[in-house]
């Protein structure tokens, strides 16, 4: 149970809670009094529901001989009318003369519904024929209704509860039984009638109902002639149907399901109606009434052992927890002019996954998204686009972390899906996430497009993107990317660590920025293997360590397939791109060229446009690191990390320090 459904605050969880929930609390007391009491709820409910269930059945005792006496009666009426106008081996059964003994027994007691029969054969033009002779069809579909008015009129009472429940028990069998179960379930197919006698406009009248007609409004058809009856009856003598009403030829039961009903029913034969029964009514209500099916998706609801894993990836411990920064993270975008591609962010931490998110929007942005329309107007997005934008940003970076072969979205199911135990610190993030595991990249498009709104607006989105990341690639599988498999996603002080930024960018957790992979000499033999990035990436990375020779950011980073670049400064990351995919492709042209800068934490209002010169201004370059001494911007260290001997031009933007 705590696994199929978990607790939540709106549990019960005492028995005192339970009793005044059920109003139980004098059957409770009750229960205390007596010599030897119940020690559960659950017997003493089961001693009440059984003692009601015996003043029940006392109750409507009655009820029921009135309503077996009213079937046999008319049982009676219509093999009698039969027996004046035919003869067959039918009505020398034993079955026949069993009910014919009956009926004598319980003649002289006359049930209104006899009554009610009588008088609908004497106002028929015909009425000078005996009662006992076979009337014609309209008198037959007369009969039939009165008769399933009469015994509906009993059992509207009191026994509506019942009703199903004896027909399925056999207490009530026959024409009028089925007829009752018909209207009362109205459902479109029924199991053969178990009576002796069956009538064309009998099986007119079910198939009206199968067509979802209302019987009390049906006109009578034309009178019929008795061949349809005599059919019935020499099908029986041929073996084809049983004395039940159920057909023996295999062969003939599946050339009759496999007949699509005529647009006529005066036509309609006996045989030709296919009688069936579904016992769970409730499971039709689930079946789709679209002409195409829904495509079935693996949602896997999140268990202990993956949350476990889950936070040793991401924090090496279980007992860590996402901070509040990253609670209240999510992928809102600016509202400013200009900036309304741009990712807001709220405070410190997540700010790797953001920037990693933002430079893939822009990617779809501008160089997915077609378009003539000047650098403004392309920037001045609308908010469909950007959300647009931002599904397929979340598509491409999860279908690459899946190594394009699979991906899984994480989902915020807003309940808890499984109750800790043992060393495991909740933080009601993971316990109410499921996730949705998919094959195709269309199909995780359509996913995202779906569920866009949770990374957009929810409270979760940083989160969910990074455990969807995380899924996506494997635990196992970022450990071996790890150079160290004890490392970690997310580092001191809710710092995103390059293992999570590499993730996002390329695929992989790897911890380098190197190209390809590098082996150290360990001694004795020995190499210490050092992996990198393995080809170039559509995004690229600059960063302030290179600048202080801590690293070596290689040219599948450095020369990405487009002018988008993350920026690692001072413990921090930010975008910066270039709106000509020329600048990826054609160096002739980096003589000079506009880049655009934005960072999600610095609460921009406006757009900052930087102008790069290159190795033309080498000497202006130098005089100018000579007159400001350690007051150059850390973004342009970084930017001549790629360009060297650039200089930069903020503008008339003030430069950020």
Same mark, same amino acid.
């Given at each position: 149970?705590? !696994? ?36 559960? *709820?659950?017997?003493?409910i089961v001693k009440v529901r059984m003692s009601e269930g015996d003043k029940t059945k006392i109750r409507h005792h009655g009820e029921k001989e009135a309503q077996s006496m009213e079937q046999t009666m008319s049982i009676d009426m219509s093999v009698k009318s039969e027996l004046g106008c035919m003869e067959s081996p039918l009505y020398d059964s034993p079955r026949?003369?069993? $009910? ?6 319980? #003649? ?19 009425? !000078? ?8 069809? @309209? ?10 008015? /009469? ?29 009752? &179960?018909?209207? /009362? ?8 009638p178990s009576s002796l006698t069956a009538t064309t406009e009998d099986c007119r009248e079910s198939a009206n109902w199968t067509n979802g007609l209302n019987t009390t409004n049906t006109k009578s058809n034309p009178p019929a002639s008795l061949e349809g009856e005599s059919s019935v009856l020499s099908n029986l003598n041929k073996g084809i149907i049983d004395h ?49 099916? !829904?495509?079935?998706?693996? *949602?896997?609801?999140?268990?202990? *052992? ?14 860590? %927890?996402? =901070? ?15 900036? #309304? ?5 709220? #405070? ?62 994480? $989902? ?10 043992? +060393? ?7 316990? *109410? ?19 866009? +709104? ?13 455990? /969807? ?23 001191? @002080?809710?710092?995103?660590? &390059? ?17 390809? !992979? ?32 801590? %690293? ?5 980073? #450095? ?51 930087? =102008?790069?010169? /290159? ?7 130098? &005089?100018?690191?000579?007159a400001d001494g350690d007051l150059i911007p850390p973004l342009e260290l970084c930017i001549r990390t790629k360009w060297r001997n650039a200089v930069v031009s903020w503008n008339d933007t003030d430069p950020i320090l």
């Amino acid at each position: 149970m705590d !696994e199929e459904l978990p607790r939540t605050n709106s549990s019960v969880n005492n028995r005192s809670d339970l009793r005044r929930i059920l109003h139980l609390e004098g059957l409770y007391k009750q229960n205390k009094a007596e010599e030897h009491p119940f020690k559960s *709820m659950l017997e003493m409910i089961v001693k009440v529901r059984m003692s009601e269930g015996d003043k029940t059945k006392i109750r409507h005792h009655g009820e029921k001989e009135a309503q077996s006496m009213e079937q046999t009666m008319s049982i009676d009426m219509s093999v009698k009318s039969e027996l004046g106008c035919m003869e067959s081996p039918l009505y020398d059964s034993p079955r026949f003369s069993e $009910i014919n003994s009956v009926s004598e027994l319980i #003649k002289p007691s006359q049930t209104p519904s006899e009554k009610t029969l009588k008088k609908s054969f004497a106002v028929h033009p015909e009425s !000078e024929r005996s009662e006992h002779c076979l009337p014609s069809s @309209h008198d037959l579909i007369t009969v039939s209704k009165e008769g399933f008015l /009469s015994e509906k009129n009993i059992l509207d009472t009191d026994s509506k509860k019942n009703r199903s429940s004896r027909i399925r028990r056999g207490i009530m069998t026959g024409p009028i039984a089925s007829s009752l &179960q018909e209207s /009362s379930r109205r459902r479109p197919a029924r199991k053969a009638p178990s009576s002796l006698t069956a009538t064309t406009e009998d099986c007119r009248e079910s198939a009206n109902w199968t067509n979802g007609l209302n019987t009390t409004n049906t006109k009578s058809n034309p009178p019929a002639s008795l061949e349809g009856e005599s059919s019935v009856l020499s099908n029986l003598n041929k073996g084809i149907i049983d004395h039940n009403g159920h057909e023996k030829m295999p062969e003939v039961k599946h050339r009759l399901k496999n007949s699509a009903p005529g647009p006529k029913l005066d036509g309609l034969h006996v045989l030709e109606m296919v009688l069936d029964d579904i016992e769970n009514e409730e499971s039709l209500c689930n079946v789709p009434r679209t002409s195409m099916p !829904e495509r079935s998706l693996d *949602m896997t609801p999140m268990d202990q *052992m993956t949350a476990t894993a889950l936070k040793e990836i991401i924090f090496g411990s279980p007992m860590a %927890c996402f =901070t509040e920064e990253w609670k209240q993270q999510n992928f809102t975008f600016s509202d400013a002019p200009g900036l #309304k591609y741009g990712i807001v962010q709220n #405070k410190g931490g997540p700010c790797g996954v953001l920037a990693a998110v933002q430079a893939f929007v822009l990617l779809n942005l501008l160089f997915e998204e077609s378009s003539s329309d000047s650098l403004d107007e392309r920037l001045e997005v609308s908010n469909v686009l950007r959300t647009k934008c931002l599904s397929r940003a979340l598509a491409d970076i999860l279908w690459r972390a899946g190594n394009m072969k699979r991906a899984a979205v994480a $989902i915020n199911t807003g309940r808890s899906l499984f109750i800790p135990i043992g +060393r495991y610190k909740t933080d009601g993030i993971l316990e *109410m996430i499921t996730y949705v595991t998919v094959e195709t990249l269309d199909d995780l498009t359509l996913v995202l497009e779906k569920h866009v +709104r949770q990374f957009e607006s929810g409270p979760f989105g940083c989160i969910l993107l990074t455990i /969807s990341a995380i899924l996506s690639r494997t635990t196992a599988i970022i450990q071996s990317d790890m150079d160290v498999p004890n490392s970690t996603l997310i580092g001191a @002080h809710g710092y995103c660590t &390059q293992e999570l930024v590499n993730l996002l960018l390329c695929g992989r957790a790897v911890s380098n920025v190197f190209d390809d !992979e590098m082996k150290l000499d360990s001694g004795n033999g020995n190499f210490t293997l050092l992996k990198g990035i393995k080809s170039r990436c559509n995004i690229g990375l600059l960063s302030l360590f290179e600048h202080y020779n801590i %690293c070596k950011v290689g040219s599948h980073l #450095k020369t990405p397939k487009f002018p988008i670049w993350v920026v690692c400064s001072e413990s921090h990351f930010s975008v910066l791109f270039c709106p000509s995919e020329d600048l990826a492709t054609n160096h002739s042209k980096e003589e000079e060229f506009d880049l655009y800068y934005y960072d999600g934490l610095a609460n921009q209002q406006e757009p900052i446009r930087l =102008t790069v010169y /290159s190795e033309s201004c080498a000497a202006e370059s130098a &005089q100018r690191d000579n007159a400001d001494g350690d007051l150059i911007p850390p973004l342009e260290l970084c930017i001549r990390t790629k360009w060297r001997n650039a200089v930069v031009s903020w503008n008339d933007t003030d430069p950020i320090l």
